[in-house]
């Protein structure tokens, strides 16, 4: 009888793991992304508005320059510079199927110095 308790509560572990369902995830976004459908689950008109409610650290200052302006990322809409991130403002929701943040180092690497060193929010568009 001893010997059959010390493994019940393993074998019912295992049991109980082993039904349980892995659950659905309806976005692949990542800390550096956001897909069409976390976006339109903001509810949100704009792009701005929606990337402040889901992710407010990528429009924040980086620091200062020489005259003391804040150095804000860049905006890249489908691969072109659009502005600062106040263009988000001028950018639907609706129109969106995806964003990611790139560091000023990444995005040095893929649109050279004038990218800014702020960092790019890069919008993917229909």
């Given amino acids: 009888m001893r010997v059959s308790r010390r493994w ?3 074998a019912l572990m295992l049991l109980v793991l082993g039904c349980a369902s892995p659950g659905e995830t ?3 976004s990542s800390s550096r992304t956001l897909t069409q459908a976390d976006l ?3 509810r949100e008109a704009t ?3 929606a990337i402040q409610r889901l992710r407010p650290q990528w429009l924040r200052a980086r620091g200062a320059n020489l005259t003391g302006a804040s150095i804000l990322p860049q905006v890249y809409l ?3 510079e659009r502005g600062d991130i106040f263009e988000l403002r001028q950018i639907p929701v609706l129109d969106v199927t995806g964003v990611s943040f790139m ?3 990444d995005a040095a690497t893929r649109f050279g110095t004038r990218a800014g060193t702020g960092g790019v929010i890069l919008v993917l568009t229909r």
Avoid: I
């Fill in 8 to 10: 019940a509560a393993p």
């Fill in 78 to 80: 489908d691969g072109s």
């Fill in 103 to 105: 560091s000023a180092s």
């Fill in 40 to 42: 339109l689950g903001t």
């Fill in 47 to 49: 792009l701005y508005d």
């Fill in 26 to 28: 309806t976005s692949t």
